[in-house]
């Protein structure tokens, strides 16, 4: 184990320890092999999709193509922004073109191309 109990319980740290292993899994077989290390350590390209889509999948913390309510509000939150429910509401109605109550790769590609 390389988490402390305290840590396990630490909804923020989980929330980290998730979002690298999802930024470091490229093929999304939940297994890291060495060569995705690698790519981790030094990167693959500098072409800004290719880093929206880096991001994406490591804040899609359950890994089902959508940022739900609270994988946005941790975003919001490692951004330097309160997620206060009353701002968390505002910035899904905006970027949630399709109502479903998730932002899928388009729509955050969208609300970060507005900051």
């Known amino acids: 184990e390389f988490a402390t109990e ?3 319980a630490d909804f923020s740290f989980n929330f980290m320890q998730d979002m690298v292993l999802n930024m470091a899994d490229k093929n ?3 297994m890291i092999t060495w060569a995705e ?3 981790l350590a030094f990167g693959e390209t500098a ?3 290719d880093k929206m889509k880096t991001a994406f999948r490591a804040y899609d913390t359950n ?5 739900n309510k609270k994988e946005l ?4 939150k490692l951004s330097g922004v309160e997620a206060d429910p009353k701002m968390l509401r505002m910035t899904m109605a905006l970027a949630d073109q399709d109502d479903d109550g ?10 970060q191309d507005r900051k």
């Open 28 to 30: 999304g077989d939940k």
């Open 37 to 39: 290390i690698l790519l």
């Open 6 to 8: 305290e840590q396990k």
């Open 73 to 76: 509000a941790e975003v919001m």
């Open 102 to 111: 998730k932002l899928n790769y388009e729509e955050f590609c969208a609300l």
């Open 63 to 67: 890994g089902d193509g959508y940022l």
């Open 47 to 49: 072409e800004p999709e």
